[in-house]
């Protein structure tokens, strides 16, 4: 069975761009999330999307945003990007349902902003 | 609001040695808890969950944790240190809102 992809592996982008990061999930996953690991930040949720609507969002200004496809990809656009953006942004998808399910990670995407 | 606290950013364990890593939690009701593994340059790998089903978890690689409600605590052990082990391992809480709220990290060292 197929994991978590997400594309691309390294994005380099400078300050005040846009950045679209992709993530599919496991087949049969109807739920995704978004979390960054930045240095010295550590895992921080972002997004949580199900069935096609936002459900949560993390504590992240309104230029992080993304959208759930008819068929469960998710995108995140990250707009006028800043400096401190700069980081691994890993995605995860679970079945749903409940806050006990398991959220299987991709490999992440590594962004650099210069 | 749920937090969890992993005690020690850096352990270090010889080659067969225990490997015991710490975490609490902090919830006002038993939570979801689960311990990730993180090899350089890669994601997150579920080590092993706990979901109010049984207090001693077992998961992959060798690794158990167990759940003690009167301690707060969740803490990840393995009998014998392989030199594969050495990543860095997270401990998380989840709960009815979904997300996952995560540990600092602890970075496990094994020498030969």
């Known amino acids: 069975e197929a994991g978590v992809t997400q594309s691309p592996t390294h994005l380099i982008k400078t300050r005040g761009q846009q950045a679209t990061l992709r993530c599919s999930p496991i087949s049969g996953h109807t739920s995704v999330y978004w979390y960054q690991q930045a240095l010295g930040l550590g895992l921080q949720f972002l997004l949580w999307?199900?069935?096609?609507?936002?459900?949560n969002r993390g504590n992240f200004p309104p230029r992080f945003s993304g959208r759930q496809f008819p068929n469960y990809s998710s995108e995140l656009n990250v707009n006028a990007l800043e400096l401190e953006d700069s980081a691994l942004y890993l995605c995860?998808?679970?079945?749903?349902?409940?806050?006990?399910?398991?959220?299987?990670f991709g490999p992440g995407t590594r962004l650099t902003v210069t | 609001a749920q937090s969890v606290t992993q005690l020690g950013s850096h352990v270090s364990v010889s080659e067969g040695a225990l490997v015991l890593l710490r975490c609490n939690y902090s919830s006002s009701v038993p939570p979801y808890l689960f311990w990730y593994v993180q090899y350089p340059n890669q994601g997150l790998q579920l080590l092993l969950k706990y979901t109010s089903a049984a207090t001693l978890v077992k998961g992959i690689n060798g690794f158990e944790a167990e759940f003690k409600k009167s301690e707060t605590s969740f803490h990840l052990t393995k009998p014998s240190a392989h030199m594969s082990d050495a990543a860095e391992y997270f401990c998380a809480s989840g709960g009815s809102n979904y997300k996952l709220t995560f540990g600092k990290g602890t970075l496990l060292t094994v020498n030969p």
């Open positions: 999307y199900d069935e096609g609507e936002e459900r």
């Open positions: 995860a998808s679970s079945l749903g349902g409940t806050g006990s399910s398991e959220q299987y």
